[in-house]
């Protein structure tokens, strides 16, 4: 992503969460976390987190898909979970609930892979709905 386009993020966590949510969902993890890292800076005490375990999510699977660090992954992954339990069962749009249980299959499914990310496994990673 280019300097202008991370300034251009939107920094309110109504136009950062979906904005981040289509580009995650198109698997372009490190911009995802740069939106919602954004949003973050301005965001208000309760969605800090939210937002934080957002990030945590792109981070993870940047790592996974393009570095293939499954470790570091994995425990970007748990930190999530544990934050985005607070936000259950929905919070900004996002069905949390299904989203936890995308996350924790994709952990569990992670912890018996030992090779590097093909792109057949994009049908295993979480999507936001």
Known sequence: MTTARRLDAPRDVAAAVP???RLFNRGRYLEAQQVWEAAWRDAASPDRAFLEALVQLAAGLHLRTRRGATRGAVHLLAQALVALDD???AAHGVDVDALVADVDACIAWLRTVARPH???DRARLPRIR
């Open 118 to 120: 093909r792109f057949l």
């Open 19 to 21: 904005s981040g949510v």
């Open 87 to 89: 936000y259950r069962p």
